[in-house]
């Protein structure tokens, strides 16, 4: 029916080796594990961050109550789990968005 079309292959162009790329790497290896984006300073505020968000957590955790017969809504709504737990929470998440966006 038709004539088989035969395809022209056209190799791929290389890209010429600079003289930095042509080096064992050793340098562009040690300068990449010197410099990472966040410090050390960074990392401690992240850690504080950590802290408190996990202080918040803990704060919010509990509830047993004595006996289960007893209802005791001072135990569950304390003051310590609706309103200081959650001003820790956020808090440490506010810390957090400092630690990344700190210059």
């Given at each position: 029916?038709?004539?088989?079309?035969?395809?022209?292959?056209?190799?791929?162009?290389?890209?010429?080796?600079?003289?930095?790329?042509?080096?064992?790497?050793?340098?562009?290896?040690?300068?990449?594990?010197?410099?990472?984006?966040?410090?050390?300073?960074h990392?401690?505020?992240?850690?504080?961050?950590?802290?408190?968000?996990?202080?918040?957590?803990?704060?919010?955790?509990?509830?047993?109550?004595?006996?289960?017969?007893?209802?005791?809504e001072?135990?569950?709504?304390s003051?310590?789990?609706?309103?200081?737990?959650?001003?820790?929470?956020?808090?440490?998440?506010?810390?957090?968005?400092?630690?990344?966006?700190?210059?």
């Open positions: 029916m038709g004539e088989a079309k035969s395809k022209k292959t056209v190799p791929a162009p290389q890209a010429a080796k600079t003289p930095a790329s042509s080096s064992t790497g050793t340098a562009s290896s040690s300068r990449s594990l010197q410099e990472f984006t966040y410090g050390k300073k990392i401690r505020i992240v850690l504080i961050g950590l802290a408190l968000i996990a202080l918040g957590l803990v704060l919010m955790s509990g509830g047993h109550m004595p006996s289960p017969e007893v209802w005791d001072s135990i569950i709504y003051f310590r789990r609706t309103v200081l737990a959650p001003a820790f929470i956020i808090a440490g998440l506010a810390v957090q968005v400092y630690a990344i966006f700190k210059s």
